[in-house]
Structures are given as structure tokens and as C-alpha cells.
């Protein structure tokens, strides 16, 4: 099989992974069986999808780029065996990657990190479609993924993820790793959809919500960034001091507010 040999591009995100030890310890960390229905997010050259179709009997990917998919389709001895979907994942429906089994998928990749953010949110809301998992992003974000209550890197994007995943750091991985290097560290990522929500939210999306506008500024007290969605009463009645910071509060504290405020429809 011939080498794809256009340039990378930037718009893409395109950073082609050609460390054998990083591709080998993030295909360990999954721990394949065939029967497993995989979905690679953009496969680029091949870095994690050939390794994958040295294991999985069928292949699902996804991606946007017109030369990487011609390329891909050019290789007559995947037939069958790779499906592609010429698709941008931000637009992409989970469901339609099932079977008539409804078999849970995995999801793998090493993301364009200009829009893994979307790109999780986007997954998330479709969760329950999903078995786990697996992604390389920038260090930052994945450290904002793992972060617990009370250090810098506690937001948002933490409380959501850890809403509806199991999370764990897999490893770091440096700039050298890719073709072309990034201009920052990497990291590895498992995430792991909870089978039952550890704390639930009666109404999701006021809970996503409230915990944007918790964290909308920072510094300023949840009595301030909550005001008119939560009363002096129901902080008490959480036994929340309503002067602590976004930062300060768990996941099921978020919970807990969410469900006792009224939702707005
Ligand atoms: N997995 C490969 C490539 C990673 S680079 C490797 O590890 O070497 C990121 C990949 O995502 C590229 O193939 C890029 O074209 C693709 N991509 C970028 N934006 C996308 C989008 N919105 N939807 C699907 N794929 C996308």
C-alpha cells in the first residue's frame, strides 16, 4: 500500500502520528476483540487505522478531508474491510454507525485539536450510543478533563465530561510524536460513558446550563454568576455557601443545584 502523500494541512488539524511506542500503548490500552464495532475519528494516513485493521475484522471512520478520502478509497485491498464516512464529526450522527444490533460503539482517535471541544460536546450528547472512548488531544485539555474540585484546572469542561464519563490520563505524549510537530504537549485520554449516571440531572440541559454560567466569570462568587437561577434559600437548603467559587463545587453539587432550580421552559 502506497504512502499518502499529500501535504498536511493546517485547517484540518492535521499532526500524523508516527511514534510506534505512543500507537502501540494506545492500541494496548483498548484491549480489542474483534467483535467490537470501532469508529476511528479522522484517520489521516493510517497511524492508528492500519494498526486497527491489523485487529478488527471491519473498520468504521470519519473524515472531512477531501484528498484523505480519495486516498483512502484508491486502497482496493480495504474494500469491505474499511468504511468511510465522508463526514464532518461535528456534524456526525452516532446512531447511523450502529447495526441492527445497536452494539455500543467505540470511538477512537487522535482529534484535530481546534475542535476537540465541540467535537466532545457533540459526542457527549449522544452518549449513550457510545462503550468508550479513546482520544489524543493537547495536555491542557485533557488536564481540564481529569481536573478535580479546587485547582486551576477545574471547569466546565471538567464538571461536563465527568458528568457523563468515567475519565482516565493514559499518558503524555510530546510534540515529536507527529508529523508535523504541534506547538504543544499531547495527551492521551479514556473516557468511559457511566452505564448508570452517578449523580443525574432531572433536566439535562438546564444543568449544562448552570454550570456555564457558574463558571462564565471565574472569580466571582456562585451568589453573583448564579443570580435569579438560584435563591439565598436553596444554597442554604444544599448547605452551599453561597459566597464559594464556581471552582469549589463537585459534580453532584452541580447536580444538586440544577435540580433544585426552576428550568426556564
Ligand atoms: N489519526 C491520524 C490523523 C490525525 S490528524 C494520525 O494519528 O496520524 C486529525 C485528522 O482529523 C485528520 O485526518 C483530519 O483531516 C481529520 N479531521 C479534521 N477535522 C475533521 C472533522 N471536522 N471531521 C472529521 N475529520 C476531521
Redesign the pocket.
Known sequence: MEAYAQRT?KR??????HDRGVITRMLDSLALQKTDRVV??????????LPLLQILPELHV????RD?IAWWRSQTTLAGRLHIHA????KLDLSTLQDETHQALRIV????YN?STP?LFHLLSQAETIRDMLF?LQKEVVDRIIAEPDTKDYGRLSVMIQYYCDTNHVMDVGPGA?NPPPKVDSAVVYLRPWQKLPHAADHPEHFAQLVAKAFSQRRKTLRNTLKGMIQETQFKQLGIDPSRRAETLSVADFVNLANLSPTSN
Open positions: 494541512k484540518f488539524g492535521q499532526h500524523f502520528l476511528e475519528i479522522g484517520p489521516g494516513s493510517g497511524a492508528l487505522t470519519v473524515e472531512i478531508d484523505v463526514y464532518d464529526a461535528l482517535g487522535n482529534l484535530p475542535i467535537i489524543m507527529f
